[in-house]
């Protein structure tokens, strides 16, 4: 076989011939760049599209242009109509030229739908110069070495846009050229070659016609030009034409020499075919055995002959190991005849699954995924939470003619325990082309998909319908690879078995042997060469030194760096710190191209591999250095990629350990691969996190490549989610009717509806009725505590009045009522009767009691919640019915249905022991740990998923079984529990059943009630099934695209973590991770690749995981502990696969380091492994001075018994309830010992024993490990608890006779080891066995009974056999009564106890015997501290007063109750008590006059300030709207901001609800919810917004089969008719209302009175027997005929009623939900929303309101200068931004406007200096100490202002207004001429007293009196205005008389008045005469403090600011 059959690179034979590498090779005819080219070979006379333009045509140098067609040939539409920019010239040369883009960069690229590459190759007028542009970039993209999967994706686009044609046209045109570009004609002829290369290799079958055609014209070109033999043309012509050939013949074996043995001949035979042509999935032939295994050994003493011979002995028996149990299972599960055997449940290898259906497809993140269900009737006793069965990753095979000839091969991919109960698992189908999840040809699929159709139309008869399915699935089985199943398929059903085969490691592993084309380090691997050379790296280097500074302690040697290839010159084991043999492994580690380092137990393996990282990622730099030899290259050092270390482990609790390790030397560049971490230590090493934190990972080119794939990918999975959302919801609930609206038939269908409306329930009750789990509303409320809680409230006003309650409850059953009046009535009459009741009223004489309750609120919130309105009626009577309290009554409710809840929750059927399900999950999360540990795929949160999938459920479902539980304890549907339990059990049963109804049968249903049960869940199931159908076909015709994108997405993500991984210096992962991501790990520049655990792991996991440029391979472990496992004993034994590459290595001569000195285990333990299993294996002296294990004579021991062995009822696993029951016993004994739990482990050999040990195990216990031996390689503990089980009569031990088992479980000990077996038969069936127990009965250290001995009485030795001996030791001890004596004198109660030796914990239970001074006995326990608790008068030492108190109690602290005699300095007696010091403030009330006048009661203290005093006076003021203000005197601030009026408005709105807002002229926006509601839904906006109209179908029933075609929001086709009802009350007399709506409770027979009454009254129609009635919801029957009337009528002009719903003409409740009157509840409700939207305004015009209003609102804010409303601003903004009302907007409107009158005053008070003026600083404070009030007061909460409110502001703000006038006459007072003049005084005296003495309100009469005050001072001092000491005329004059222009006047901190002449700008600086302050400036700058004096000359600014330093305020 030649190597290009293996897909080996050209370049590796013959070159690599491209325009970078060759430089001889001359340029290409045309310019690479440039403005265009000459005259192209295809008459082009341009190139388009070089620099992305939009126009077709780019001018160049030639003569002209090429034609424009009118089109863009930049742009072209994809199916989708997404239009795609065709990909530029530009474009793809920089994808050529530019060598940072990586060839597999390039691929992911163009694979891309949205890339524009295909589209570009489709075009027709390409020119020479794009067609030679993208020969370069399809050559780069064929001569990857190891290119994605997308590769062949971009190959099929070539052949399909037939651009093979136009290269075929362009090679012919090259001869025509002239001859300086002939010379680039071999550049494009070698970019052909790597074409055909690409295309034979990869694609072969499909691109023969292609190839050949291609191949042809190249000879043809390459024979015309006369190209040279430089090029090797003709070598790589033949090596395609020897490639092609040789694929259409096969070799044939040659003929062995006799004279060799069996295994050597078949070594010697050739294979009958290619390893790399086998199918890594099964096949038929491997299933049916028509396809013969070629088989050959490991070859363990021996080397290969090649790498192909290794390759395919380990590809063969890898494949072999997890094919042939599912071979072999299926063989022993049927007959050659397709019957199931009986015995087939005792086979171990396979499970089979009956009756198997494909139900749906699911997008999954690889591909289409599939629901598949099995019959779950024979695993109902299956814990799956616990189970082994349909692991992830495990392989099923389905078949649907019991293993014949067809089958189906799919991995399993979700678990979840609750599906899988229900028999539902989800699987990913694998075809034999090797891709999971890889999609068919859906065309054909679909055409097939309408075969069946038609077949089924044309036939009625099933049999037919079958034989059709046959027909089409014997056409899809011969489609190759079709995964994207078929109804077909879908249809089928099935046998499934399933393998316990990880088949994802398999998958992953075989996939990489395939690949394997150069094995690095072969000559070892393969050869077994055994001279060991040093690694490339270090050979290459010169003299490579390597640091050992990093391990070395000492920190006075003068060199610590070596050459590292003279080992001779290294550091001594004592600088080193390290044995001997741990120096030669390190040594052999770093010189030694591969290196085994042999570890037995203990000797610390994982610490020398953790030294050699130590040492490789310290001199990592160093060795690159050393490695670049050039000094060009050490230079350039930064663009080399260095190497890094790969570390690989077999488990991955052993990669945490390893990693966790490496992170403390190596704080950085560490990645963990796998999402299955449970180190916190490593969670920000993992790459999930890596990736997630790292933004520039990506190029632009692969970002835009993931970014369009997502996309795509999202559009596509939601376009499928309507579909598979309701498949899944099917799975687990009976899905809602509407669902099926399509699938039933109309008739059918109607009578659902007829139901509903018959019943007043909803259409999905209605089919939940139908199909027995629901029942009609008389029953729905059937709460055992509504029976009690009625009677009590009933019976107990009659028990007050002195009847006995038994006898009342004989009065209800007598008279049948429990209505008071009829009760006494019969009391009265029956007084002597001595008769009682022992029985209880029946649920029909409450019922009817409920009934005729009238609720007197609003129930709907209460109802809205679930609560059904007998509850509410009930809890109506129980509460105080005369004042009901909503919120009392909803909490009452909510208790009794707790309780409810709470006493009657069913015991669930598979219901489990939480403790034991817990021990029973342990075995199964190791498992799924470890198969998951690869998954780096983010899971979402478990919360939202589970919110998701409720939510679905909700929206699609009508009842899933769990629904029984919580909406039948909702008071929906109330239940017993026994009627509970069994209608859950009903629908979890019917749901899982696969049986449904023939389509014929189906199709002659005419009444749905004339079926029983089970067929009317048949029925359900068979249009269940028809939806599925529909459903499923809509989700096929979109698989195969979504496979498509879901593959490119997966290879695009790979590459973002190749991108992270490869600039890491540390990689790790499992050795399953390793292979999975094969791709990735190959391409790592990782030289070194250190394997952990390397002898556990098979051979072929570590071949695959080989980075292919490793050059150093470090291999640790032992290969006498755990052995790799295969699935297949056979394989394992006679063919050597359980030998791993570490043995094998070692068995053929490669040299090894062996670790010999162990620091882990006590001699006595170390014994048993040496000489037998380990030749050589010394004590570290840290091990010989262990303490003796406490509590048991000897350290080791071992116990023997013959107790025999069980088995495990489901798998291979056997149990030993004896040597459970001691172990778990003997462990509680050890920890009375006093050891921690954690300090102890108990081992089995089986997993079943560890089930049973975790069942007994107590919770003391909880921190004790139990663990089977196998996963705990690697680890150790203090002390060991073995159970070794196997004991029988058949002398079988099982795994007990495997000698590297036998020595993990026996070296994990440090201090104790004790096991428990059968010695006896280990003994005689295992000669290791025999050798260790003469070895330990030479010590003593075996028996039949485990010597315990007591640590307090050594001498005292007892035997434990079984588990009851050590209740003979009670507490650890030897049982006698310990006598140890106590500090007070007692002796200990305990027995003999080794625990708290000196008897500090423990506390004497015994009484106390010692007595008080006073002779009392003590009362307390011994441990107490004494106190006598006796009473005794004593006298108090203080006050000589006599108090009762204990005995013990100091009187001297006792404190004394009499009453205080003292008084206080007020005149008050103080009100304490004597031994409590008298209070500095009394308490006594006084009678005080506040300011306002008013007298009220305070604390005498308080009496001195009533100022501060809060007056509670009520107010009482008559407010505008006429009622009493019911604040008070401070709540009113003295009556100027009254409370809001609290009177209720108790108007109806026109919604029909009652406005429960306070007293306002205006309503504003009811805040109730929406009642609004139909059949369908129910509005869940709030009622002031609204309404989204109803847009499903109407539906109802006009009569004579005819149905409203309306919507449900529009008037109906026409009235509907008034049919009577046909329905029977509870008399079984015929009801008088009308089909469709609710019956009336009135008979015309029993009633007769009450309804000729009510038809007298309410005349209308007939008063016969034919009259039909109609009751309201509020219980109200009136005629059908006056209500028509009623309803149509409209509202009288007079009546100020305005558009509302119409109202019960008797209570006024409004007329919501009638069926019969929805056309006109309808127009209602459409012109209620156009009130509605008309008083709150559009959103649109909402919107530019508040827009407007923020506008305004920022114009008022940015001018004002405070911090004191920073709050109020802030606030204010958010209200404006959260208005959805006009309503909303004008209270936010009012707020801006007050707000900023308040701010403007507050501004102007801040202003006002008040340090240097001597002004009056309570007036100041009395100022804002009102706006502050007044600000409050105008942020409280309030829905609008009132009329009165806005009142209250204007009064209150005038004032405010006149306070700060008032203010700046007093400080222009100072200034002014009379200044000292009294009469000024008087008038400012007076005007002040005016305005601040008074705290009343500022009426109008006050203001008369203040601005008649304020005009006496202006007439006085008319300068105090202008504040300057001036009148106004004087001022102007002083302005003229200067003659300044504006801005020369200013004033000085204190507002004193001076100017500056010249420009006007400040140059000096001087004093103020007035006040001393600091005037003038600088530099024209002001002085601080200084500004424009605008009150001058009305300036803004200085004259002279040529910097613009002062900005006036309106600029």
Known sequence: MNRLERGRPWRRNVGRFDDHQNENLPRPPWPDRGRGGGRGIDGGRGRDGDRGRAGPVIRGRGRGVAPNNGTNHNHRVNAENHVIQLISYKALEEMVQDETIEARNVTLRLASDHSGFCQRLSQTDLDGGMIQMLLKVIGKMCRDDDPPDSLKRVLNNIIHTKFTDKIIRFLHALPRENAFRKQHAATHILNCLDLLRAWITRMPATSETDVSMLSANVKIVIEKMALGSDYKFEARLKEIDEILSEQLTQPTPTEEDNDLSEAERMH??????????????????????????????????????????????????????????????????????????????????????????????????????????????????????????????????????????????????????????MGYVRLEFVSNNGNVGAGGNVEDALRELQLENDSEDSSDDDSSDEDDENVIEEQLAAVPGNSLLTQADMRRRYYMVETE?????????????????????????????????????????????????????????????????????????????????????????LTNEISLIQGPPGTGKTHVGLIVMKLLLANRQRRNENFIRNPLQRRRRAAIEYSQVLVICYTNHALDQFLEGIIKFQRTDVIRVGGRCKSKVLEQYKLMNVRRNSSTTLGRLNRRTIWDLWRDLSAQQHAMESCTDVLEVSTHSVLRLQQFESIIPHPLYEQFEMISLQSGCTADDALLMWLGVAEPDKILCDKPYILEECVNAVTAPLEKMGYNKRKVVQAILDSNSMEQQKILDWLEKNENNPGAADAFPTKDIIHLYLEKIEIPFDPQPLLDQGFHPLEVKCALLATDFRRPNIKYIETWLENKNKAADKENDPVQADNLNDEEDAHLEADVEFLEEQRAIDQDDEEPAAPSRRENEKKKTDQLAAATYDDIKEKMSSGKWELQPAERKRRKNKIKLQIGRVDAMSKRDAGDVAELFSLDENNRWRLYRRWLQDLRDQLRGRIIAEGDKYNQLARALVDAQNEQDYTILRSAKVVGMTTTGAAKYRDIVQRLPAKVVIVEEAAEVLEAHIVTSMPRNTEHLILIGDHQQLKPSPTVYELAKKFNLDISLFERMIKNGIPRSKLQLQHRMRPQIASLLRPHIYQVLEDHESVLHYPQVMGVQKNVFFLSHECRENNVQDGQSKVNHHEASFMVTFCQYLIQQGYLPGQITILTAYVGQLHIINRLKPKKLAGVRVTAVDNFQGEEN???????????????????????????????????????????????????????????????????????????????????????????????????????????????????????????????????????????????????????????????????????????????????????????????????????????????????????????????????????????????????????CRGNCFSCKQGRLHERCREKCNRQLFCGHICQEDCSTKCPPCKKKCDTKCQHSACPKECFEPCVLCTERCNKWLGRNRKCSKLCSEPCDSTPVTKPCLKRLKCKHSCVGIVGEKCPELCRVCNKDKLTEIGEMFPGGDHGSSQRFIMLKCKHIFPAEFLDRWMEMKADASEDEGIQLKQCPQCKTVIRDSNRYRHIINQQLRLINQVREKINGKTEDVAKARKKLLRHFVSERDPLDTDSCATEWKELQKSINESKTMNDLVVAEIRLRNLSKLCDVETAVNGIPIFHLKLPKNILESLKANITIVRDWLFNNRPYFSDQEMLDFDCEFGKIKQQLIFIKFIRNSLFDAKRGDEMLKSYLKRAGNLLFSSTLRFTDDHEVEVERAMKDITDYAPSLVSGLGISEEEKKMVVKAMSFQKGHWYKCRNDHIYCIGNCGGAELTATCPECQQTIGGAGHRLADGNQVAGEMDGSTRPAYDPQNLLIPPEV
């Open 1278 to 1524: 203090d002390i060991i608890l073995l159970s070794l089980v196997r004991s029988n009569d058949e002398g079988k031990i099982g795994f007990l006779g495997i000698e590297n088992r036998v020595c993990v479980a026996l070296s994990r000990a440090k201090i104790g080891l004790f096991c428990i077996g059968d010695f006896t038969l280990l003994a005689e069936k295992s000669r290791l066995w025999r050798i260790i127990l003469e070895k330990l009965q030479e010590e003593g250290s075996t028996g039949d009974g485990l010597p315990l001995q007591c640590r307090n009485h050594p001498e005292k030795i007892f035997s434990a056999r079984i588990a009851k001996d050590f209740e003979k030791v009670p507490e650890g001890g030897c049982g006698q009564q310990c006598v140890f004596r106590l500090n007070c004198g007692h002796r200990c109660t305990r027995f003999c106890h080794p625990d708290d030796e000196r008897h500090t914990k423990f506390k004497c239970r015994k009484s106390c015997e010692r007595k008080c001074p006073s002779g009392h006995l003590c009362r307390l326990k011994c441990h107490e501290t004494c106190h006598c608790v006796v009473k005794v008068l004593k006298e108090i030492p203080n006050c000589g007063h006599i108090q009762t108190m204990d005995c013990g109690k100091d009187p001297n602290t006792f404190t004394c109750y009499v009453p205080c005699q003292d008084v206080l300095p007020c005149g008050h007696q103080c009100l304490g008590v004597c031994g409590v010091p008298c209070p500095t403030k009394c308490e006594v009330l006084v009678e005080k006059q506040l300011p306002c006048d008013h007298v009220q009661k305070i604390p005498c203290y308080r009496s001195e300030k009533p100022r501060k005093v809060d007056c509670m006076n009520p107010c009482g003021v008559e407010l505008r709207c006429g009622h009493r």
């Open 501 to 589: 085969a990880y088949f994802e490691s398999y998958r992953h592993v075989l996939a990489g042997l395939q690949k394997t084309e150069n094995i690095p380090l072969q000559q070892y691997i393969v050869r077994c060469q055994q001279e060991i050379r040093p690694p490339r790296y270090l050979r290459v280097a010169q003299q490579p030194r390597y640091d050992f500074k990093c391990i070395i302690e000492a920190d006075d040697l003068p060199h610590t760096d070596v050459e590292v290839l003279k080992t001779d010159s290294w550091h001594s084991t004592e600088e080193l710190s390290l044995d001997q043999s741990q120096l030669d492994a390190l040594k052999s580690a």
């Open 268 to 421: 010697e035979m050739a294979p009958p075919n290619n390893f790399r042509d086998i199918s890594v999935y099964p096949e038929a032939g491997d299933i049916n055995g028509t396809q013969e295994s070629f088989l050959r050994t490991n070859l363990v003493n021996s080397a290969y002959k090649n790498e192909d011979h290794y390759l395919d002995v380990q590809f063969r028996l890898l494949r072999e190991d997890f094919v042939r149990p599912l071979r072999e299972g299926i063989r022993h599960c049927f007959t050659p005849g397709g019957e199931m055997r009986l015995d087939r449940q005792r086979q171990t290898n396979v499970r089979v699954y009956e009756n198997v259906s494909i139900e749906f497809p699911k997008p999954g993140r690889t591909g289409m995924q599939y629901y598949v269900h099995f019959d779950t009737k024979r695993l109902q006793n299956v814990r799956w939470d616990a189970s082994r069965k349909l692991m992830y990753g495990n392989l099923v095979c389905l078949s649907f003619d019991k293993f014949e000839r067809h089958f189906l091969f799919a991995i399993i991919v979700d678990r979840d325990p609750k599906q899988l109960k």
